[in-house]
């Protein structure tokens, strides 16, 4: 406890310098910027943002772009609240009593709880890993070649049958990436694999690339093709009207906690993202309701609940990412490929090996959620004129952001002529309803599997009964089996509860 | 969305699944060359090979469970696919000669073409106000070395 205490006030002399408060400043506006913004989602912003980061101090990288990830989920409840239209995907249940709120005149309460719950939901979890974070790198010390394996390879399973959508297709999209993975020359032997030649992609196919593509270009084509709305109403809210009642407040303190409790669970396992988190959250508070015919019409409970959930996840996620190494979702695989580009390996050694950005990174965690808690209020007006801006003036920037932003890592063309091609494959992977994030957690994890599985074998003289010796990985496999089979009895039609989804 | 008489390949479902199968049949095959090795010591052919039959495996899985599923796949938007690809191939080709400035302002220019109804002044006026931007970010505030004008 005390060295945990004391590990986090190292975190925050790092985390409170000049350099790094303006970068977690920077990286949380920019969040709730681009959250308000429906049509671009925090994943194509933070690769957009990565070529940034190569310059920089890898903590001060990693501040900005977790800044990023956790300020679109505050940024996502204003267009959600004000005007039914979620800004990320992880906010769209807020809408479901948020704008009934609004329509009843209580904008300013929905707006001002949300951000006091996101902002207590985001704290709780941050307890929660300052605590956690050291005895799960303990226990994953123990870990030899054969249970990463077989972790790795149950929080893939996990990442494709536990996310919306069709299992095979998303177990499909894993297998894609972990095919990806073997792109390039080949470790062990030296041999290239699957680069036809073409010599930029003799080290691989760079993680900023595939996910500039798919992320970037081919949400653009599916906005252009869907015709994204082009301008939208607008809503007033004073500052006056967002007190909320004492009634309010007695009605959110439950929601927040178990609100925060689904999110910091949801947020640690592989597979459900703050999406999953908040829509959980929500179903829990209408079944425990006394009165669950008022959700959907207003009620407080169904906007705290969701919000303080999303916030919790979008923190929580961080545990599995930095302490075993084993990303659970699309933004913590690019998170971790970010590190990794800066020749850090997350995992259980990082803790030990970087403690100034282990601990400097969770304290900004807390200065990024006050900044946000401060800023978010006051700018609402000014989100309100974001809103205004077209997307037909937006996405032409972002195209030359891609550009640059890939040009500038090796002055390599070619590198764009990948882009495009990725983008054509994420835009018929959203037509054909093929989930990406699967695919980018195989592509960050396929190096890794690969290694281990390869060590595992040779330390068991081929024999793949190895796996099944030690308890731990065991265990993984069987959880791994477990999770296919009961996919496969609970797939029937109940998905068209959940709005669809592209990236984020 | 729905519709009865969606012809077989252009069921969403069955075409996901056909096309998730032809990718791995592409994968064994380019990979059949590369040496499998043995348990013992798997050389680099031997995930390449298996991911590709997990993934024929998967497709055909794909298509047999839609397969009563009647939803269309709808059209891709063509104007939009080649006006952006269009836009960045262009800028690939012309930055390293040209220079980024040249470089984004046609971007923009392809790019606009994507939405269906452009207008000349809003274009060129983004099309000059991205490239002033993006260039002072990269080159003046983070010192990227790249090419600025043609002469440069």
Redesign the interface.
């Known amino acids: 406890m005390i060295d945990a205490f004391s590990d986090l006030a190292n975190g925050f002399s790092v985390a409170l310098t000049p350099e790094a408060l303006g970068f977690c400043l920077l990286g949380a506006t920019i969040g709730m910027f681009i959250g308000v913004l429906p049509g671009i989602g925090a994943l194509a912003t933070i690769s957009i943002l990565l070529p940034f980061t190569f310059g920089l101090d890898p903590t001060h990288g990693m501040i900005m772009l977790a800044g990023v990830f956790y300020g679109a989920q505050y940024g996502g409840s204003v267009a959600s609240i004000l005007l039914n239209l979620p800004g990320t995907a992880s906010t769209a249940v807020t809408a479901l009593d948020g704008y009934p709120m609004t329509q009843n005149g209580r904008a300013g309460v929905a707006l001002f709880l949300t951000t006091i719950v996101s902002f207590l939901g985001g704290s709780a979890a941050i307890l929660m890993m300052t605590f956690l974070a050291p005895s799960v790198a303990n226990l994953a010390r123990e870990f030899g070649s054969t249970e990463y394996f077989s972790i790795m390879l149950l929080a893939l399973v996990a990442a494709a049958t536990l996310a919306p959508g069709s299992m095979i297709k998303g177990l499909a999209m894993v297998v894609f990436g972990l095919l990806l993975g073997t792109v390039g020359t080949d470790v062990t032997s030296g041999s290239f694999r699957f680069t036809f030649g073409v010599s930029s992609v003799a080290d691989g196919v760079s993680l900023v690339i595939v996910v500039m593509g798919i992320f970037g270009m081919g949400e653009i084509l599916s906005n252009l093709g869907n015709g994204a709305p082009d301008r939208v109403p607008q809503a007033r809210v004073s500052l006056r009207s967002m007190i909320p009642t004492r009634d309010d407040m007695r009605r959110s303190a439950g929601p927040t906690l178990r609100g925060s409790l689904t999110g910091i669970v949801t947020g640690i396992l592989p597979g459900l993202g703050p999406q999953v988190a908040a829509f959980v959250a929500y179903a829990i508070e209408k079944r425990v309701s006394k009165r669950p015919d008022a959700f959907g019409k207003g009620a407080v409970e169904g906007v705290v609940a969701p919000e303080a959930a999303n916030n919790a996840s979008v923190q929580a996620a961080f545990i599995p990412t930095l302490t075993l190494g084993i990303p659970g979702d699309a933004v913590m695989a690019v998170m971790m490929g970010a590190l990794m580009l800066h020749g850090i390996l997350p995992g259980p050694s990082l803790i030990a090996n970087e403690p100034d950005l282990f601990w400097g990174l969770i304290a900004s965690f807390w200065v990024g959620n006050v900044i946000l808690l401060v800023l978010n209020i006051p700018l609402i007006g000014l989100w309100l004129n974001v809103l205004r801006v077209p997307y037909r003036i937006l996405y032409p920037v972002i195209i030359a952001l891609i550009c640059l932003g890939v040009f500038s890592l090796r002055n390599n063309p070619v590198d764009i002529a990948l882009v495009v091609i990725f983008g054509l494959v994420g835009y018929g992977m959203i037509l054909l309803r093929l989930p990406a994030a699967p695919l980018l957690l195989g592509l960050v994890l396929g190096p890794l599997i690969e290694e281990h599985l390869q060590r595992a074998l040779i330390i068991g003289r081929g024999d793949p009964m190895v796996f099944l010796e030690s308890p731990i990985s065991l265990l993984s496999l069987l959880a791994s089996v477990v999770l296919i089979g009961l996919s496969f009895r609970r797939r029937r039609p109940s998905a068209a509860v959940r709005p669809p989804q592209i990236g984020d | 969305m729905s519709d009865r008489s969606a012809p077989f390949l252009g069921q ?1 479902d069955v ?2 699944g056909l ?2 199968s032809i ?1 791995g049949l592409a ?1 064994c095959f ?2 059949w060359d ?2 499998f090795g ?8 031997f ?2 090979v298996s ?2 039959m ?2 024929i495996a ?2 055909l ?2 298509a047999y ?1 839609g397969r009563n599923v009647q939803t269309r ?2 059209k ?2 063509y104007v ?2 080649f006006a ?2 269009g ?3 262009s ?3 012309l ?2 000669r040209a220079g ?1 400035v040249l ?2 302002v046609l ?2 220019v392809i ?2 073409l ?2 269906g109804r452009p207008k000349p002044t ?1 274009i060129g006026l ?2 000059i106000f ?2 002033a ?2 260039t002072a970010i ?1 080159v003046g505030v ?3 070395p ?1 090419p600025v004008w043609p002469w440069s």
């Open positions: 969403r075409l996901c096309t998730v990718v994968a380019e990979a590369y040496s043995s348990l013992a010591r798997p050389g680099p052919g995930l390449p991911y590709g997990i993934l998967l497709g899985a794909i469970v796949v709808e891709p938007a939009p696919v952006i690809s836009a960045l191939l800028w690939a080709w930055a390293p980024i470089a984004t971007l923009v790019a606009a994507a939405n809003e983004i099309a991205t490239s931007i993006t990269f983070l010192g990227v790249l």
